[in-house]
């Protein structure tokens, strides 16, 4: 079972679980970066995911900084 909020310019999809899962989806969503997400989309345990309706609502840096 995994867990999914809209909001209006994107989706979050949640993994609470101890297995990895997959989400599909219908049409275009893109990631934090802004680089196109293609479904299904696969998430680890205890993980998930923000799909970005919009790229252009993609936040822009210096807001965003990526992890590694």
Do not use: Y
Request: glycine share 6%; no cysteine.
């Amino acid at each position: 079972l995994l867990w999914r909020r809209e909001f209006t310019n994107a989706a979050v999809v949640v993994n609470p679980n101890q297995e990895a899962a997959t989400f599909e989806f219908r049409g275009s969503h893109f990631d934090v970066l802004g680089k196109p997400l293609r479904s299904p989309v696969s998430l680890g345990p205890h993980s998930g995911v923000l799909l970005i309706n919009n790229q252009e609502m993609v936040p822009k840096p210096p807001f965003l900084h990526e992890v590694k």
